[in-house]
């Protein structure tokens, strides 16, 4: 499939400043009708009309370059007419089947199996459970704790797990759980080899990896280390929320080692990283670590809500019912799903990410190099980070100027996302059909924004 026929190739195309008079009605609106949480167009404020490919046209016909991919979801893009084909035709004849099966699901069941990592792969059960990424966590939560009869839980600093109870409280963010106090007990907080900020001062990339691995051995062998066995250890292979963070890759190898020793199960959080993000199918690929369980949702469902956990088949413990929902199981979202893994396949989706998301590094790095307020550009594939500090000396980091150059690339017509520890990362997550051209005229907008905002401190 040709990629410049999904996308609105002459974006961004902005009349006048964003938002314009329509967005604005509805983001009042929606202020008016909706509850605070509402987060996102608080950060870019513009109302949807239409989604096509990598860009988004708003209610005032302003067409965006779309860097954000619906958190990750639009692996394929805004309305591929490939998903979107498998859907009309699934639509016209099944609408919801809880988890009875049919063919479309048996189909991506099977399609699933076959691309798991390592140990995973064809030696595995999939359980479906509530459409959302959270949903996956809770149920890898009960798989472990069904397996080992423990209880506690080790996730990393940096981490982002979800939003409901059991999720949350392996969510390392201190604002999104201050209010919801206590959540489940026994959940550690270990090191991420981040190594831009590595809590072990530590030079390099592999040093960083080294020490903290060591640290997460050492709580678990120390006798008075405060951790009791875990029930699992949880880890996004490569982190998104926590600022696009790329551990090096003997960290994740040797954090499922580690884990293997003391037969604790180990947790790859794939939420945001697989299916192709990161040039490879699953981001643990690039480290040849494997895991005991996997979750996996956002560009599962070719663009519609679905999740999943994947297990070692003899880790089947459970029984009937030992997890369950309404919508588990969304059949359109199973056929999108389906339709999309074909594509990425067919169109060798990881190795574009891959190729493309270098080139754009590549391009960024040498702009790091030139600002003073680009602390790190890093990444994999089409998931990259631009970390922005005060100062690159002190690696004081500046969510305001991060909000700055956002807000800049909002008005020039790209739409992008920040996290990070300190909100102070630009996040790319472009959907991965994202063409060179499009994807280097919104990395020119960032560099040019960031050249900007520098320009008006100095
Ligand atoms: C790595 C990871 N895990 C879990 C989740 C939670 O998924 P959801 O928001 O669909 O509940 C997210 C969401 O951003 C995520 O990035």
Not at 433 to 443: D, M, N, P, R, S
């Amino acid at each position: 499939m040709r990629f410049d026929e999904l996308s609105y190739e002459e974006a961004p195309l902005i009349r006048g400043t964003v938002p314009g008079p329509k967005s604005k009605d509805f983001l009042d609106l929606q202020v008016k009708l909706e509850g605070r949480p509402v987060s996102y167009p608080k950060g870019s404020p513009i109302a949807f009309k239409r989604g096509f490919g990598a860009t988004i046209q708003d209610a005032d016909n302003n067409v965006f370059i779309d860097f954000f991919g619906g958190a990750g979801v639009l692996a394929l893009g805004h309305c591929n007419p490939y998903i979107d084909e498998k859907v009309r035709e699934v639509q016209q004849n099944i609408t919801h089947t809880l988890d009875f099966p049919s063919e479309i699901r048996m189909e991506l069941v099977e399609k699933i199996l076959n691309i798991l990592p390592g140990n995973l792969r064809s030696n595995s059960k999939i359980v479906f459970g509530g459409p959302t990424g959270s949903d996956a966590i809770e149920s890898a939560i009960k798989l472990s704790k069904i397996i080992t009869k423990r209880h506690g839980i080790i996730a990393f600093e940096g981490a982002y797990h979800g939003m409901t109870s059991g999720a949350l409280a392996l969510t390392s963010g201190k604002f999104w759980k201050k209010n919801y106090l206590p959540l489940i007990p026994e959940v550690h907080f270990v090191p991420y080899a981040y190594s831009y900020r590595c809590p072990f001062k530590t030079k390099t990339a592999v040093e960083c990896a080294e020490a903290s691995a060591s640290y997460y051995e050492h709580v678990l062998e120390d006798p008075h280390s405060g951790i009791v066995d875990p029930a699992m250890t949880i880890i996004e292979p490569i982190q998104g929320e926590g600022g696009s963070i790329v551990p090096h890759n003997i960290f994740v190898k040797r954090i499922a080692d580690i884990s293997n020793k003391y037969e604790i199960p180990i947790v790859f959080d794939e939420i945001q990283a697989g299916f192709c993000r990161t040039g490879k199918f699953f981001s643990s690929e690039h480290s040849g670590a494997s895991p005991d369980i996997m979750t996996i949702s956002k560009a599962l469902g070719g663009g519609f809500p679905l999740s999943a956990i994947a297990y070692r088949q003899d880790l089947d413990v459970w029984s009937k019912a030992a997890h369950i929902g309404t919508f588990r199981g969304n059949v359109t979202a199973m056929a999108a799903g389906s339709a999309s893994i074909d594509f990425m396949l067919e169109n060798n989706l990881a190795k574009y990410a891959e190729e493309l998301g270098n080139y754009l590094l590549n391009k960024l790095e040498k702009s790091e190099k030139n600002s003073g307020i680009v602390g790190e550009v890093r990444g994999k594939g089409l998931m990259i980070g631009i970390e922005i500090v005060e100062d690159k000396e002190t690696k004081k980091p500046s969510s305001e100027l991060c909000t700055r150059i956002r807000d800049e690339m909002f008005q020039k017509g790209v739409i992008i996302e920040i996290g990070g520890h300190y909100n102070n990362v630009l996040r790319f997550l472009p959907p991965l059909i994202i063409t060179k051209k499009l994807a280097e005229t919104g990395v020119d907008i960032c560099i040019e924004s960031i050249e900007k905002v520098e320009s008006e401190i100095a």
